[in-house]
């Protein structure tokens, strides 16, 4: 269990977390490196207080401050930080020579079982420039782990990687976090990342947390647009409720072109200036047929159809994104490059966000 | 004539001597500077590099007078004097250019300063150091201003490069001397 709470030098956070892993999320500034190094000792911040379970590591009140060696908190750097000039097994057995009460032969079966464990019977006599990377990857996990910390900090060691590896990398968070009940506090700019790991997120952006919670619930009601934008949620469009009906459950909002049917939006009032945001996955788009709109069904005009791996994406004039499956976009009648298409919006789908 | 070996031998010893006493001096000082800020640390800096300006006869003066007496100890130290900016700034550069990330790596498993320095810091930078010491070793050994106006005053003492000069003169002395003489 940590608790963290900083103030000052641009970082201004509070928050706890207990075992399993938490997810700082954020972007290049959004002060998840700082946050790390303020935890693990190697910056020392203003204001604040950090306690990893019973034990103060950092209180600015009483200007006390462990100095890192003491903390017990391991960190698996960016560039994992594998020292070059050391064997795989030497640098296993780095952090058990500072522990005290461990004898040599006590160290020795500990690496081996850490060799046994995370399968680098290959990699051990070797210097890590000559170690397939994803051995090294486990390595550095390894060696974080082998002093028995009490806290495993992580700062994005997956950015850049390619996709095999980024799929061990995960595979290797996956059996720490079962294996140990170690709290892990993991640094990233990737939203799949969070989905895929994660228990709970915190939304970070100009070192201030703008929302946290477990990354599902966290997608599904971002709490402003400013964290709507930072998920990388792409419709958002300034609305005005103009009919609430809790009776029959619905609601209206007038967008700048067009009026919406949606749920009823508790806690609103009519009259509210809002914001509507829908994910791109969830807009139905066809082509337009000459039919008169259906309710919720909007005309636009197609500006650009992107191909994606998985899906193709079509931007209409006036801001609305919408992603729809390949089939469904090559079912569209061939011949004729009709640019006028239909999306709907399902109401299911809208979601109402507060003006900042 | 035999060949006299003892200047050689001398100045070895004596650059050797002016070189550990540079790195006593510029290491812990490069290392304080590269890893630590603090009120004065740039004054500490300047001052490092202060005897790149300063002309050997006032320094050599200065330490005379200081010492009351001329030895060859004091030519060691005014040649670590003027070695100690160069050996600085390389240790310095050498020092800086090794990645904090592993420094940090080491202290978040567990390491002090100490260990940090011997098992990280030092294996990884040290083509840099070794590198400022050849050169601090150079710079000594061949050093002549500062020392030449101690070594003058010292007989037993005679460094290669002062015997170097001597003969030198010497030879020139005689070229001169023979195109002066008529056929």
Known sequence: MIQVRLAGDGVNVEFQAASGITALFGGAEAGKTRILDAIAGFATPTQGRIILDDGILFDGASSVSLPPRRRRCAYVARHWALFPHMTIHDNLLFPLASLAGVGRRERHRRVKEMIERFALHDAAPRRPHLVPPEDCLRATVARALIGEPKLLLVDEPAAGLDVAMRAEWHKILRTVRDETNLPVLLATRDLDTCFELAGSMLLLNAGRILQSGPPRAVLDQPVSVEAARLLGIRNLFPAEIVALDPGRNTSRLRLENFDLNGPYLPGRLRGDRVWLCVEPGQLHAAPHDGSKPAANQVAARLERATEMPRAVRLEFAGGIVAEIARWEFERRPKGEDNKDWLVEFPPPALRVLGCP | ?183
């Not at chain 2, 550990?20 to 500490?44: D, H, K, V």
């Not at chain 2, 330490?63 to 009351?68: N, V």
């Open chain 2, 1 to 183: 004539m035999p060949l006299d070996w003892s200047p050689l031998w001398f100045s070895l010893r004596y650059a050797g001597l002016a070189t550990l006493l540079a790195i006593l001096a510029a290491l812990p000082l490069a290392w304080l500077l590269t890893r630590r800020r603090f009120p004065g640390s740039e004054l500490l800096d300047a001052l490092a590099n202060l005897p790149l300006v300063l002309p050997p006869a006032v320094l050599v003066y200065y330490l005379l007078a200081g010492a009351g007496q001329f030895s060859w100890h004091v030519a060691v130290v005014v040649s670590a004097v003027y070695t100690l900016p160069l050996f600085f700034r390389m240790t310095r550069a050498g020092l800086a250019a090794v990645d904090h990330g592993f420094e940090n790596a080491a202290r978040g498993l567990g390491a002090g300063e100490w260990r940090v320095f011997w098992i990280v810091t030092m294996p990884l930078g040290w083509r840099a150091l070794f590198a400022a010491v050849l050169a601090g070793f150079a710079r000594a050994f061949v050093d002549l201003g500062a020392t030449a106006i101690v070594a003058s005053h010292v007989q037993a003492a005679l460094l290669l490069p002062i015997a170097a000069l001597a003969l030198t003169a010497i030879y020139v002395g005689n070229r001169v001397r023979r195109a002066q003489v008529p056929a």
